[in-house]
């Protein structure tokens, strides 16, 4: 029955002690700072998903056009695809083998507890 009061006097001491603390002017400059970032952010806002899509471009790649993060994606590509095709062909023309493919998760690992001795 006692602890039904207690959020009330809990209150009230917080409320007491925030009183009691000194408080802390802002200094202009950085109202003005806060209030022209709003300003920002609505305006952003109000551009929409085109908006959007070109500050998500500029993050990419800031000051370039589009077609140049598109066209450097697409060469390293196309290089990774030369790479990945001609590489292994080589070393299987030189051991006139057949490529032969292992995955190490086929077989359970294999390790000794006491290989130092």
């Known amino acids: 029955m ?4 207690l959020p ?5 001491w917080v409320t007491a ?5 000194p ?4 200094p202009a400059a950085l109202q003005q700072n806060i209030l022209v970032s709003f300003d920002a952010v609505t305006v952003r806002r109000r551009e929409g998903l085109g908006g959007a899509l070109r500050r998500f ?9 589009v077609w140049r993060p598109a066209a450097a ?10 790479a990945g095709t001609l590489v292994p062909l080589e070393s299987a023309m030189a051991d006139n083998a ?12 294999s390790f000794d507890l006491d290989e130092n001795s």
């Open 98 to 109: 057949e490529p032969s493919v292992s995955i190490a998760l086929d077989a359970p690992p």
């Open 23 to 26: 408080t802390v002017p802002v």
């Open 8 to 12: 009330n006097e809990d209150g009230a």
């Open 73 to 82: 994606l697409g060469f390293s590509l196309v290089i990774g695809v030369v």
């Open 17 to 21: 002690v925030l009183k009691d603390l």
């Open 57 to 65: 471009t500029g993050s990419l790649w800031p000051g370039v056009p």
């Open 2 to 5: 006692g602890n039904a009061n």
